[in-house]
């Protein structure tokens, strides 16, 4: 849970906003909560099923994590490798590689969450036109 998760819900709960402020306050500071961490561990995790830059950072905005923590987190999350070798991966560990056309190839690499160049790149398309 992150610091914006945790201080909407004691909100919703009734809580002050000044009372969950504190709440939160103290939470980061015995490192019950730390959105760093979170941001980077759950980057990785979806990096390893198979998703793409997109999508990671959609679902750690989402947690209202700021966007300097979601970019830093889902650069580290490339673990020095690009994102043509990621969206490769995701077509591999689909099983689909030989078997999708082009269009269904495209679809699921931007349904995961990697961007259009990438994905152009990847199936050798021409998107000048």
Partial sequence: MTT?????????????????????????????LDDETLAHDRARSLRARGAGPLRIAADL?????????VDAAVE????????????????????????LSAPRAWRLLVQRGFPEDVVARLLDLDTSA
């Fill in 61 to 69: 905005e989402a947690r209202g994590l700021p966007a300097a923590l």
């Fill in 76 to 99: 580290a999350s490339r673990n020095g490798r690009s994102e043509d070798e990621w969206a490769e991966q995701a077509l591999g560990a689909a099983g689909l590689v030989e078997r």
């Fill in 4 to 32: 914006s998760e945790l201080h909407a819900r004691l909100v919703a709960m009734g809580y002050q906003e000044r009372t969950a402020s504190r709440v939160v306050a103290r939470a980061v500071e015995l490192r019950w």
